[in-house]
């Protein structure tokens, strides 16, 4: 292999959680951190395509609608996260990729879903098509002798989801009656026990988002299912297709981007979550059970435990406040919901049960007085100092926010002794805009998903939302949505050198990477959201006719593998 080669996969890295980095060892990592990008980084575009640097290419593992081999079922829409786990044989894999939303009409997008489906099913999508798009596609891959990566049919070869059967743990839904599916997929984690954990977030599109004081949701919305089942975080196994997907409901009911597992043998597992909403708040969860390595952890590890909710003072220091019935009530400013009886002091004495507070995670944090945020999107573990990433991707507007950066942030904090403590310490380590550095650094906007390589170098996708994308001169300068390598040390720490553009009117998301680190996995979200399929005499950025490429094409979410060559 070429030292170039090397170069690249030792800094493209095996973590797409902390939990799960490895590869190098801390010490090596060290040694590495804060060298120059191991790619001649690329200027920002407007091309109706996946830019990537000299060198790269990539191949299209599954597109919007493939049917998968060996099923009756078909790749979802609009892939996000993506996990990769390896099987005994070298040559295969399974490669897990959450499906988020259909990409329905909304203010500023055509709906380029509707436009679409009758071109690639031939007939008009119906709510029971929608159900179908949603959720988590395992794939079982392949690598040929050219070193490309295909899905082989296969027992493991499946799809989760608006319909799948589930099962529940924790204070909530132990009554539920019919729970199944999962919906609204954004991201999630590969855990150090080999399972995944697939984020439910922006319910509220699909079933009603209010609960009650007792916890208890309505039936309703598109697909007129109780909102109270929907908006946790799940766990799945992909090697063992017999399993039954579980909903932790200990890790709290809220729009979740996603989960970032710490797990240290002999310690409790913590969990760090962000609530993707603006005035959202960040969460961690601390198990009673202590992490053994050895031990059966599947379905049962993050099923009894502490939900709390994080308070960012101005002076840099914050604590965790537990949802707990015994937590003492100190509403934030302008929190209306639920309300508050006279002479009421305890989350216990507005709620049920625990189960009732978990539910309405993000109403409880309020009355505790959680901060609200700049919509907390990506949490990430650094894989040698095990501080904490957090990816606010806009600005906050409740009362005497910490968070008024239109570009948004990447926030870092450090816990105060192991993560099972209630106090920490935080700072802004990179403000999102438009600034260029005299080392050839990028500015970028609108920080998403987060990802470490072993020696801990930050890759960031970014999601600057369709209205504003090439449309709001505050955010032309940035050209399409990317993909940026960010130091996290040495001369270079906190340089963004943009690695790869998005097609157009779309985002990349979900990076993640096999064992071997000679392939990046990766998420092409709604091109043409936007504007829909481009025709003759529509310009780019306006549209999108990727991956074809061909006037009048549809747009296909896809994810792909890129590698040398």
Not at 63 to 75: I, K, V
Not at 423 to 442: D, I, L, S, V
Request: net charge neutral; glycine share 12%; with cysteine.
């Amino acid at each position: 292999m070429a030292r170039g080669r090397r170069q690249f996969l030792t800094f493209l890295g095996a973590g797409l959680t902390g939990a799960c980095a490895g590869g190098l060892g801390p010490l090596a990592a060290a040694a590495q951190a804060g060298r120059s990008a191991p790619f001649q980084p690329i200027r920002s575009t407007t091309q109706d395509d996946l830019v990537l640097p000299s060198g790269f290419r990539y191949d299209i593992i599954a597109r919007w609608g493939d049917r998968l081999p060996g099923t009756n079922s078909r790749f979802g829409y609009n892939a996000d996260f993506t996990a990769f786990l390896p099987l005994d044989d070298p040559r295969d894999g399974v490669l897990v990729v959450n499906h988020e939303y259909v990409s329905l009409p909304e203010p500023g997008e055509i709906g380029v879903y509707t436009q679409t489906f009758p071109l690639v099913r031939g007939y008009p999508p119906r709510v029971e098509d929608e159900m179908r798009e949603v959720g988590v596609s395992v794939l079982h891959l392949r690598r040929s002798g050219a070193g490309r990566w295909e899905v082989v049919a296969s027992p493991l070869t499946r799809r989760y989801d608006a319909l799948s059967p589930m099962t529940a743990s924790g204070p909530a839904l132990q009554t539920a009656r019919g729970l199944s599916g999962t919906l609204e997929n954004c991201s999630g984690c590969h855990t150090p026990w080999q399972t995944v954990l697939t984020c439910e977030e922006n319910v509220q599109r699909c079933v009603p988002e209010a609960v009650d004081t007792a916890g208890r949701g309505t039936v309703g919305g598109r697909f007129g299912r109780d909102g109270a089942h929907y908006g946790w975080v799940v766990e799945l196994d992909p090697r063992d297709p017999g399993w039954t997907p579980v909903k932790h409901t200990m890790l709290g009911r809220f729009r979740h981007e996603n989960v970032a597992v710490r797990a240290e043998a002999g310690r409790p597992v913590a969990a760090y979550m962000g609530d993707d909403r603006t005035n959202g708040h960040v969460y961690r969860f601390v198990s009673d059970e202590r992490y053994a390595p050895t031990a059966p952890s599947r379905g049962s590890l993050l099923a009894r435990g502490r939900l709390s909710a994080a308070v960012f003072h101005a002076d840099g220091t914050g604590e965790w406040r537990a949802l707990a019935p015994e937590a003492p009530l100190a509403p934030s400013p302008g929190s209306l919901h639920p309300p508050i009886p006279r002479g009421v002091t305890t989350l216990g004495q507005v709620y049920k049960d625990l189960g009732a507070i978990v539910t309405d995670a993000f109403s409880a944090s309020n009355l505790i007085g959680a901060t609200p945020t700049g919509r907390p999107e990506d949490i990430e573990i650094h894989p040698i100092d095990r501080s904490v990433y957090i990816a606010f991707t806009a600005e906050a507007t409740a009362q005497g926010h910490l968070f008024p950066n239109l570009y948004g942030e990447i926030w870092r904090i450090v816990e105060e002794g192991d993560a099972s403590g209630t106090r920490f310490t935080w700072m802004r380590w990179k403000a999102g805009g438009p600034n260029q550095t005299p080392r050839g650094g990028r500015g970028f906007a609108a920080p998403d998903n987060l990802a470490f390589d072993p020696a801990g170098n930050l890759w960031v996708v970014t999601d600057i939302t369709t209205v504003r994308l090439n449309a709001d001169e505050r955010f032309t300068m940035f050209g399409n949505n990317g993909m940026f390598f960010v130091p996290t040390s040495g001369p270079g720490a906190g340089v963004a050198l943009q690695f790869a553009s998005a097609p157009c009117e779309a985002e990349l998301a979900g990076p993640s990477w096999p064992n071997d680190r000679e392939t990046m996995f990766l998420s092409v979200q709604h091109p043409g959201e936007g504007y829909g399929i481009r025709t003759a005499g529509v310009a780019a950025p306006r549209g999108s006719n990727w991956p074809g490429g061909r006037s009048g094409d549809p747009p296909l979410p896809s994810v792909v593998a890129i590698r040398r060559g």
